[in-house]
């Protein structure tokens, strides 16, 4: 997530219209709501009415993105792509500066892992997390005007830039069942987001499959550059995979002081000088042993690993007795980059296929 997208989805439709009616209606303040509501007292009105709305912190957020029939797969959200990946993030209350544009007020990368300290924080609490507590840190938020902003709200020195983003397993797809659904999807990346310079995307499979991609000039994430970026760029994405794999603490937001102990590299655009070149060549890529359904933490070889990793030949049972337990995880065929669309999905009727899904797939 960032903190507000910078091109939020369905560009040009309108915050409210894009983040749908129930959260319009919930931010919607006096004087800021749109017709055609529900005529009733917007969440907002009603804090107010009671006396709390300046004691009150209201956050608009989704647990993950999703995709339906991009990269060639059905329907989902375990994939490593940018509609899987992006969430809307929206907040406001005391001390935050109100936007009125669907502009972000920073392009920051924020994450979920940001939630618990960026409310700790604003509860007055974040004094108390000391400095590795967490593995996120607050968001950079815009301050208001009046100053009400708790002054002990961190403005952090590292704003992170990169992040690592992983699944373990499986997944049905979500929409028709029939299709393959996503096997062996256990894979790691790394998003590199530079201010407006540079975006890269490094996705590592179990399968052994690598993608690298370059979100400036390939936003829709079509043209797989492993083997044709730069070689400084492919060593750089690497080791923060290395690093962002198995990392803890400020280690995560600040994955440089790893890489650079001594503090001369703080961003990306220092790391990718080629001064550096020889530092970068020595450091290992992350690596899993296997293909397991689940995280096993023996499975990912980072150089960076305090833990003793299990051996190889251990790791291999592991993925050999998962494939007795988990027969369907296992068996099921997939052509990860090309899952062909069978003729009875051409033909058939869409509406009514969303119809059985939703009454045969529903969460507990
Ligand atoms: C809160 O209520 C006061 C008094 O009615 C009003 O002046 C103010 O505009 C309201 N604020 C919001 C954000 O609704
Ligand atoms: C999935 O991974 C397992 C374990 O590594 C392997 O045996 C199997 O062939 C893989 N299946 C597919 C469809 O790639």
Not at 4 to 15: E, N, Q, V
Not at 260 to 266: S, T
């Amino acid at each position: 997530m960032q903190v507000a997208m910078r091109r939020p989805w369905g560009a040009g439709t309108g915050l409210r219209a894009a983040l749908g009616a129930a959260a319009a209606e919930l931010l919607g303040g006096a004087g800021g709501r749109e017709g055609g509501g529900r005529g009733g007292a917007s969440g907002v009105e009603t804090l107010n009415a009671s006396g709390v709305l300046d004691n009150t912190y209201i956050i608009y957020s989704s647990d993950n993105g999703y995709h339906v029939g991009t990269h060639r797969f059905g329907a989902g959200k375990v994939l490593p792509y940018e509609e899987d990946l992006r969430v809307p993030f929206l907040i406001r209350g005391p001390g935050i500066k109100a936007s009125k544009s669907t502009k972000p007020t920073n392009t920051k990368v924020g994450l979920h892992v940001d939630f618990a300290p960026t409310i700790l924080t604003l509860a007055g609490a974040g004094g108390q997390l000391g400095d590795k507590a967490l593995d996120g840190t607050p968001l950079g938020l815009a301050a208001s005007d009046d100053g009400t902003l708790r002054a002990d709200y961190p403005r952090p020195q590292h704003h992170r830039n990169q992040f690592q983003a992983e699944f373990w397993g499986s997944w049905i797809d979500e929409l028709l069942h029939h299709l393959p659904g996503y096997v062996n999807n256990t894979w790691k990346a790394v998003r590199v987001y530079d201010e407006e310079r540079n975006g890269w995307k490094y996705i590592y499979s179990c399968t052994g499959s690598k993608e690298i991609y370059d979100l400036k000039k390939d936003p829709g994430e079509l043209n797989n550059m492993y083997d044709t970026a730069p070689m400084n760029v492919r060593t750089r994405l690497e080791a923060l995979l290395a690093v962002l794999a198995v990392c803890r603490g400020d280690t995560c937001t600040n994955p440089w002081k790893v890489l650079h102990p001594g503090g001369e590299v703080q961003s990306w655009s220092d790391a990718i000088k080629s001064k550096y070149d020889d530092v970068y060549a020595r450091i290992k890529p992350f690596k899993f042993v296997a293909c397991l359904g689940y995280q096993d933490l023996s499975n990912e070889m980072s150089e960076y690993r305090v833990v003793n990793p299990a051996s190889i030949s251990q790791v291999r049972h592991l993925a050999s007795v998962d494939a007795v337990h988990i027969p369907v995880t296992l068996e099921a065929p997939v052509e990860r980059f090309a899952v062909p669309v069978p003729k009875d999905v051409l033909d058939s009727d869409v509406a009514r296929w969303y119809e059985v899904a939703e009454v045969k797939y529903h969460f507990a």
